[in-house]
């Protein structure tokens, strides 16, 4: 029986975990639910899944969240303070699965407690790696990735001084064939209407400007200890092939499976074991064919600005994180178009100073800078 804590319950990766748990209730107990906002949801889900402890960060909707828990046997909290708190509680598993920079402190504090992350938040190992991968080799956690091409890479890999390349696979996004002139103008919706994964809006988003990939380099870089110029990326539309490694005898190790977030929190959550899940069986003769192109990097500028971020290291990742949230947030609310998303995050980019980061408060002085600079170029671009 594992014990597991779910940041971010009421997301998308939070749905996909509950309803993992809750079918396999001989092989996890629940032990904290928290939420952003959400306290309604939130409420339910405790109730429902039989948590014992849920916290919502949001510290004004306290009263609300332990009225709607009253009588129900689990205890309500609120505040950041409590998150990270929380997120350090004794259990066997905590699964980080809020989004953007905001889940850093919490993630951080179960990695210093020494507990196992499953990890999907990717934003928090993009802005402080160094500090994440340093605390869990001192605590003595691991780090188990969920986001679906980690997942599939973290099972083919062998020997990380054997590896020739690590490339991650991309869908290319629901805008992979359009033209820049076509890009100027599609709206929120028709950007988080992902061809083949369902996802929560800002990743979707990430996914349409290839951001997400670029992210995702960073992302294995940490994970794995792979120098950047041994990190590539593959456009493969069907989704169905997540991750390949390259070892140097030339043989390709690659980790298939359905688009469907369920089998790589399966994995993380089984790990080292393997569990059943409910998802639609890969049928390759039903798929028929695997198709795999090079990224275009004129029309999705976001991936060359990831590179360049993650070449350049130091401050440079947190900031192009950053500022691509605050960017997103302005796309979902309408506030700018979608080509604007990367003009934002290369405008930040140029006006901030490169600098190393080497510890929280840096890397907490580099996202306030970051957001304060994009959210002035957000705004200017608003006006126009
Ligand atoms: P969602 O937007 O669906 O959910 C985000 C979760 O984070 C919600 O529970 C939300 O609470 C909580 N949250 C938001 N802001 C805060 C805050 N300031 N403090 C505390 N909690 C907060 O996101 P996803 O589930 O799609 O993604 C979660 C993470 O996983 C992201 O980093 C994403 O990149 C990564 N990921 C997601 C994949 C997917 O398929 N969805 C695939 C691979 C990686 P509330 O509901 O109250 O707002």
């Known amino acids: 029986m ?35 906002r959400d306290w309604e949801r939130l409420a339910e889900l405790a109730r429902t899944h039989g948590a014992r402890v849920a916290v919502i ?19 309500a909290r609120a505040g950041a303070a409590a998150l990270a708190q929380t997120a350090a ?30 990890l999907a938040n990717k934003e928090a190992l993009i802005c402080a790696g160094e500090l ?12 188990l990735p ?3 091409e980690h997942n599939a890479i973290f099972q083919v890999l062998e020997d990380v001084e054997r590896i020739a390349r690590i490339v991650l696979t991309a869908s290319g996004g629901p ?10 103008r599609v709206t929120p919706e028709q950007a988080v209407r992902h061809p083949n994964w369902s996802m929560g809006a800002k990743i979707s988003v990430d996914s349409a400007t290839l951001m997400n990939k670029g992210l995702e380099l960073i992302e294995a870089h940490h994970l794995f200890g792979v120098a950047p ?65 090079e990224p275009d990097r004129t029309r999705f500028p976001a991936l060359a600005l990831a590179e360049a971020a993650l ?46 980061v080497s510890t929280l408060q840096e890397v907490a002085e580099v996202d306030a800078a970051a957001r304060a600079a994009a959210r002035s170029f957000v705004a200017h671009r608003a006006r126009r």
Request: a negative charge; aromatic letters at 4%; hydrophobic letters at 50%.
């Open 2 to 36: 594992k014990t597991v804590t779910v940041l971010g319950a009421t997301g998308s990766i939070g749905a996909s975990t509950l309803d993992l748990v809750a079918r396999n209730p001989d092989r996890f107990r629940l032990h904290a639910v928290t939420a952003g």
């Open 57 to 75: 960060a949001e510290e004004s909707h306290y009263e609300r969240l332990a009225e709607a828990l009253s009588g129900s046997g689990v205890e």
């Open 89 to 118: 509680e004794p259990v066997d598993l905590v699964v980080a699965a809020i989004v953007g920079a905001a889940g850093l402190a919490p993630t951080l504090a179960a990695l210093e407690a020494g507990t196992t992350v499953a």
């Open 132 to 143: 994440m991968t340093a605390a869990a080799a001192r605590s003595g956690a691991r780090i």
């Open 146 to 148: 969920i986001d679906s």
């Open 175 to 184: 805008f992979r064939t359009l033209s820049l002139n076509e890009m100027a």
């Open 229 to 293: 110029d041994r990190l590539g990326v593959l456009v493969h539309p069907q989704s169905l092939v997540h991750g390949l490694v390259e070892y140097v005898d030339g043989s390709v190790l690659a980790q298939m499976g359905p688009a469907d977030m369920r089998v790589p929190i399966a994995h993380a959550l089984a790990w080292p074991e393997r569990m059943p899940t409910p998802v639609d069986r890969l049928c390759l003769a039903t798929a028929g064919r695997l198709d795999f192109e």
């Open 311 to 356: 070449a350049a290291g130091g401050c440079r990742p947190c900031a192009l994180s950053a500022a691509n949230e605050v960017a997103v947030g302005a796309f979902l609310e309408g506030r700018i178009g979608f080509l604007d998303i990367a003009a934002v995050v290369e405008e930040t980019l140029a006006a901030l100073p490169p600098a190393p």
